[in-house]
């Protein structure tokens, strides 16, 4: 039988910057990231189709995404949202909500209860994502 394993310690990114992280991520084809500054709106965008669905591997995304609050403009918003939408879930993993300066994790658990907006939002770059990455690997 499965039984949860025990959480001895919480698992950090270990390198010298945030940024090293993403371009990882986005240097490594499985995981279909990519990334878009809006210079107008002047908001950054960063997608992983694949990141993952394993909570070890999640706490220390989290723990980074947490940490960006530092760099947030105090009268900026902005969202970071682990979701199952590959495989036709929606449940949420993980939401931050950016604000006032600071992250706040959130305790959305499902994306039918995020506004309609925003689903359509995410559901919208998600779909565009991946059509884009089915192009670049022929798998139409």
Same mark, same amino acid.
């Given at each position: 039988?499965?039984?949860?394993?025990?959480?001895?310690?919480?698992?950090?990114?270990?390198?010298?910057?945030?940024?090293?992280?993403?371009?990882?991520?986005?240097?490594?084809?499985?995981?279909?990231?990519?990334?878009?500054?809006?210079?107008?709106?002047?908001?950054?965008?960063?997608?992983?189709?694949?990141?993952?669905?394993?909570?070890?591997?999640?706490?220390?995304?989290?723990?980074?995404?947490? =940490?960006?609050?530092?760099?947030?403009?105090?009268?900026?918003? %902005? &969202? +970071?949202?682990?979701? @199952? !939408?590959?495989?036709?879930? =929606?449940?949420?993993?993980?939401?931050?909500?950016?604000?006032? %300066? &600071? +992250?706040?994790?959130? @305790? !959305?658990?499902?994306?039918?209860?995020?506004?309609?907006?925003?689903?359509?939002?995410?559901?919208?770059?998600?779909?565009?994502?991946?059509?884009?990455?089915?192009?670049?690997?022929?798998?139409?």
């Amino acid at each position: 039988m499965y039984q949860k394993q025990e959480l001895r310690e919480i698992p950090a990114y270990r390198c010298a910057q945030h940024a090293d992280v993403l371009r990882e991520f986005l240097r490594d084809q499985r995981m279909a990231c990519v990334e878009h500054y809006d210079l107008e709106q002047e908001q950054w965008t960063i997608v992983s189709l694949f990141f993952s669905e394993n909570y070890t591997e999640i706490l220390p995304m989290l723990n980074m995404l947490k =940490s960006l609050e530092r760099y947030i403009v105090p009268e900026s918003e %902005g &969202q +970071a949202l682990i979701y @199952d !939408y590959y495989w036709g879930g =929606s449940a949420i993993m993980a939401y931050i909500s950016y604000r006032n %300066g &600071q +992250a706040h994790v959130m @305790d !959305y658990v499902d994306m039918q209860e995020l506004p309609v907006e925003k689903q359509q939002e995410v559901r919208s770059m998600m779909d565009a994502i991946t059509e884009e990455f089915s192009k670049k690997f022929g798998q139409e």
